[in-house]
Every structure is written in structure tokens, then in C-alpha cells.
């Protein structure tokens, strides 16, 4: 994957909806992990997959010792540090648990935040967790931020009830924490919605650094007025090419190759072999495609490559 995130697993419900059983993950070289992992279930409130589930929000574990954590042996040897679960509902169905598995690296920096509101009681979102790493000074400028609908990063997903990418950070008048990104060397952000409990608004951003990036391009496609196929909204890339005019002619077939069968099926998915992903040669090797769904329907796909 990439220097901040070194893997990423998907985990979802068993046919009598009892357990989590693992789908698909991408482990890169940390073979010995993926062993661990490949054979494993969660029942409801298991582990960090399981807690997700239980949660019905995402969870941020920051240390692996003496926690439920069920696999940090093994997390230690490959040098993971940290998990983010991130549950997928349709509904009150859920369809996925995804785990991010962030290296425990000193000198790995980005940041994975969870933003929340109580709408009966609150206006404003406040990080309710993140997984800083070694951005001490950035997590407490974070702690002590927040925002109203509109405002800011999460702010403008809640806004928008869609992903939000925004690059160049530290220039950016829409990221209220320009000065702390630059000071902190973060360049990039997406901003992701989670519809589930009406009352309760979450929102999780992930923010990159140039050198260790938690995605090497990002991409949000959403359907047309027939559903029938996807086009190329708004991305990223690290390599500074200009994806809206590279995509202006494309779009993808509800149902086919990766990015497609997410959208038709709302179950996330990760691909290893991108040999549909033509024409950019940047040299992506892999991808982890994520369904945006509210009152049941899909509403966009974002695609994080590494």
C-alpha cells in the first residue's frame, strides 16, 4: 500500500448474519500478517472489526497492546500500529466492516479523523478520534477545532451529504487548518460521509502528506441521470495530472470492473491488478474502492489507489 497505510482489509457479514468473515484485503509484502488474518471471524463486538459492527460508527484503535486487538503479535512483526474501522450500512443492513491498518513508522505522517455531531443537542462537528502518528501539534489544533455545516473540510461533506477531495491544503481557504496542514506537511485531504443514524452525523477525513501519502490518487465517480454508468466527479492525483480532462470522455458500466460492480452492489472491493485502469502511467498498482450509501441507494464511488 503506502507508507501510511501499510493494509487494508474488508470484512463482511457471514450468510446468517452471526459473523464477519474476511472478503478481500491487500497486505503488499506483509505476507505473515495476511496469514493471520485470511482465516479469521468476528462475531458482533469482536475485535476491531467486530466493534465497528457493534458501534454502527467508525472506531480509531491507536494501541494494539492489552486491547481487544486479536492480532497484534503479528501487527508488530510487520510493524502496523494502528486500525481504523470503517462500517458500511445500507440502511440498517450492513454490508461491510473496512479496516485500515496504518504503520507504526516515526517517521510516517498523515492523519485519519472521525468527526461527529449529536444533532438533538449539538450544531458543530467535533473530532470525536483520529490516528495522528507523530502529528502531536496537529491532533491538538484538531482537538480544539470545530465545525459548523458548511465550514471547513467536514464541514462541506456534511453540507454536501457527498466525498469532498481538496489538494494543496496549506493553500486552500476551504481547509480552516491551512497554517497547522502546512506546518504539519499535509497536502492533500478527502473528506467521506457514513449514513446510518439520522441523528448522528459522521464524517472521516483522510489527510496526506507528499512523502508519505495515504493515497497515491483518489477519485470519486457518481452515476448518471440513468444509473446505467458512472463519471469521473472530482479527484487527486500525486502525480499533478489533470483527471478531469483525462477522464472527460470515460465512464464505467454499473456492474463492471471494480469501481462498477461497488456501485451495483454496495460491498466494498480491492483490486491488485489493474490492467482495466489504462492510460495513466504513474504506476498504481492497486486499489480499494468504497460505496457512498444513503436511504439505500448508492450515491458515488471513491476509489483510494496506491
Avoid at 1 to 12: D, G
Avoid at 174 to 193: C, H, N, V
Wanted: aromatic letters at 10%; charged letters at 20%.
Amino acid at each position: 500500500m503506502t507508507a501510511f497505510i501499510k493494509a487494508i482489509e474488508i470484512w463482511v457479514p457471514s450468510k446468517d448474519q452471526m459473523r464477519l468473515e474476511f472478503c478481500n484485503g491487500h497486505y503488499g509484502e506483509l505476507k505473515t500478517f495476511q496469514e493471520a488474518s485470511v482465516t479469521k471471524t468476528f462475531d458482533f463486538n469482536q475485535g476491531l472489526p467486530g466493534k465497528a459492527w457493534a458501534a454502527g460508527h467508525p472506531i480509531v484503535l491507536n494501541e494494539f497492546e492489552d486491547s481487544y486487538f486479536e492480532r497484534t503479535e503479528a501487527a508488530r512483526i510487520v510493524g502496523i500500529g494502528a486500525g481504523i474501522a470503517m462500517p458500511v450500512f445500507s440502511g440498517d443492513f450492513l454490508k461491510a466492516i473496512i479496516v485500515f491498518l496504518c504503520s507504526d513508522d516515526e517517521d510516517s505522517l498523515g492523519a485519519i479523523e472521525i468527526w461527529h455531531c449529536d444533532t438533538a443537542s449539538e450544531h458543530d462537528l467535533s473530532l470525536m478520534d483520529g490516528h495522528f502518528g507523530t502529528l502531536e501539534h496537529f491532533e491538538f489544533q484538531s482537538l480544539h477545532t470545530s465545525f459548523r455545516k458548511g465550514t471547513g473540510l467536514p464541514g462541506l461533506v456534511w453540507e454536501s451529504g457527498m466525498p469532498i477531495v481538496l489538494d494543496d491544503l496549506g493553500l486552500s481557504h476551504r481547509f480552516l487548518r491551512s497554517q497547522d496542514a502546512i506546518e504539519a506537511g499535509i497536502t492533500a485531504g478527502l473528506g467521506m460521509p457514513l449514513f446510518h443514524d439520522k441523528q448522528h452525523v459522521y464524517i472521516m477525513t483522510f489527510l496526506s502528506a507528499q512523502g508519505t501519502p495515504i493515497s497515491r490518487q483518489i477519485e470519486v465517480w457518481i452515476p448518471d441521470a440513468s444509473r446505467k454508468k458512472l463519471t469521473f466527479q472530482s479527484g487527486f492525483s500525486e502525480a499533478e495530472i489533470n483527471l478531469t480532462e483525462h477522464y472527460k470522455d470515460t465512464y464505467i458500466k454499473v456492474g463492471e470492473d471494480t469501481i462498477g460492480r461497488v456501485f451495483l452492489t454496495g460491498v466494498p472491493s480491492i483490486c491488485d491488478d489493474l490492467k482495466d485502469k489504462s492510460g495513466l502511467d504513474i504506476s498504481l498498482t492497486s486499489l480499494v474502492a468504497i460505496p457512498v450509501i444513503e436511504d439505500g441507494k448508492c450515491k458515488c464511488v471513491v476509489a483510494m489507489y496506491s
